[in-house]
């Protein structure tokens, strides 16, 4: 975790589980760390594990299966890329756009250092 970094400690959470699910440490189908678990691992408060995991079954990514605790569903991995992507156009990329207008770099000068890189 990143104390210093400007994203709420939840979604640090989200970016961990997510990581753990991309490396193949969390498995589809299987059981994920208790809120508690995960909230001692990650060294957090157990309510900010809570709200991310609310978020990961949002999105069907987690499901809670009652007195026995959270499991990835079995396409955990196809929902977290297309997560990934949506912040990707939502976030990372409306940045970027904010940054090249600032900059004055067109569109056209990415592109080309796009294609230009080895």
Known sequence: ???TSDKPIYRQVIDFSFGQILTGAWTAGER??????LSVQLSVN???VLKAYEYLQAEGIIVSRRGMGFYLT??????????RRREFFDTTLT???REM???GISIDEVVSKYNSRS
Request: proline letters at 4%; glycine letters at 4%; a negative charge.
């Open 46 to 48: 157990s309510h900010t």
């Open 74 to 83: 079995a396409d955990a991995l196809e929902q977290v890329n297309q997560a």
């Open 32 to 37: 994920v760390p208790s809120v508690r678990e």
């Open 101 to 103: 207008e600032l900059l």
């Open 1 to 3: 975790m990143d104390f």
């Open 95 to 97: 940045g970027l756009f």
